[in-house]
C-alpha cells in the first residue's frame, strides 16, 4: 500500500466489557464511550476527530449495543443519517476487530482505533497514517516514548512496555494497509484467549524469544521481526511525536484527568 492515496477506513471500538464500567459509573452513562469530556461524549469527540483528518474516508463504529445507542440521540442520529455505520461488537477487542476487518471492502487500508481516545487530534490521525504509507509495512502500530508521556503528563499513569532500547507507549492506533495485515488481527484473537495461561502464551510467542523480552535483551526493531517473520507478514511501528497519543481513558481517573485538560483548554 506504500504510495497509496486510498483514504483509509477508520475502525473506532466502542464496545462494552460484560459487567459495570468504572468510567461509566463516575459519568452516570450506560457505556464508556459516552462519558462526557468537554461537552461531547467521548465517542463523538473520535467520530469528529476522524472526520476532520484527510487520511480517512469511511467511519465505523462497532459498538456500543443497540439498546444503549438508543439512550445516546445524537449518536443514532449520526448512523441512521449515514454519516457513521455502525456494527456490533463481539466478546473482546481483537475479535471485533478482527470481524470489523471482514466488512471492509477488500484492498482497502484500516485504521483501528478506539472510542476512549478523548485526546485524539486530526493531526495525530493524518501524521500515523501518512507515516504508515511511508514505512511500507503491512501491519503498522502507533507508539510514543514513555518518557515523553510522563513528562507531559506527569498526573496520569500509564503503560511502559520495556525493550531493550527503549520504553515505549501505545496510543491505540492500529494500520491494517493490505489483507495481508488481517493475520495480525488473528493472531491478536489467539493472544487474547490465551493471556491468561502463561505458558500456553509463551507457546505461542515461542520460548526463546518470550524469555529474551523477560530478560530485557529485545529491541522494539528485534520484537517486530519476530512477529514479522512468525505471521509471515511486514510489522512496523510509527513513532509519534504526540505524547497526548497514549492517553486514554481507563479508568475513572483517566475520565477526571482528562476532563480537567480538556477544561483548561490545553487541548
Avoid at 489467539?190 to 530478560?215: C, T, V
Amino acid at each position: 500500500m506504500k504510495g497509496s492515496t486510498t483514504p483509509f477506513t477508520a475502525i473506532v471500538l466502542a464496545g462494552q466489557r460484560p459487567g459495570k464500567d468504572p468510567v461509566a459509573e463516575a459519568a452516570g452513562v450506560v457505556c464508556k464511550s459516552f462519558a462526557p469530556i468537554g461537552d461531547r461524549p467521548m465517542v463523538h469527540r473520535v467520530l469528529d476527530t476522524l472526520a476532520a483528518a484527510r487520511q480517512i474516508g469511511p467511519r465505523i463504529l462497532c459498538g456500543p449495543s443497540q439498546s444503549m445507542i438508543e439512550q445516546e440521540p445524537g449518536l443514532k442520529a449520526r448512523i441512521e443519517r449515514g454519516e457513521v455505520k455502525w456494527i456490533a461488537n463481539h466478546s473482546t477487542p481483537s475479535l471485533s476487530t478482527y470481524h470489523a476487518l471482514q466488512s471492509v471492502p477488500h484492498g482497502r487500508p484500516v485504521l483501528v482505533t478506539t472510542a476512549d481516545h478523548a485526546l485524539l487530534t486530526a493531526e495525530i490521525v493524518d501524521y500515523f497514517c501518512a507515516e504508515a504509507r511511508r514505512i511500507g509495512g503491512d501491519v503498522v502500530i502507533g507508539l510514543t516514548l514513555y518518557e515523553g508521556v510522563v513528562s507531559a503528563f506527569p498526573g496520569t499513569k500509564r503503560t511502559g512496555i520495556k525493550f531493550k532500547d527503549g520504553v515505549y507507549s501505545s496510543c491505540n492506533l492500529f494500520a491494517f494497509l493490505n489483507p495481508r495485515a488481517h493475520r495480525a488481527a488473528r493472531f491478536w484473537r489467539q493472544i487474547e484467549q490465551e493471556r491468561k495461561k502463561p505458558l500456553k502464551m509463551m507457546r505461542i510467542l515461542g520460548w526463546r524469544p518470550a524469555l529474551r523480552y523477560l530478560m530485557g535483551r529485545i529491541s522494539l526493531d528485534d520484537g517486530l521481526e519476530g512477529i514479522s517473520r512468525k505471521l509471515q507478514i511486514r510489522a512496523r511501528a510509527v513513532m509519534l511525536p504526540f505524547p497526548q497519543a497514549a492517553v486514554d481513558v481507563d479508568t475513572a481517573d483517566d475520565w477526571q484527568f482528562v476532563q480537567n485538560l480538556v477544561k483548561k483548554q490545553a487541548f
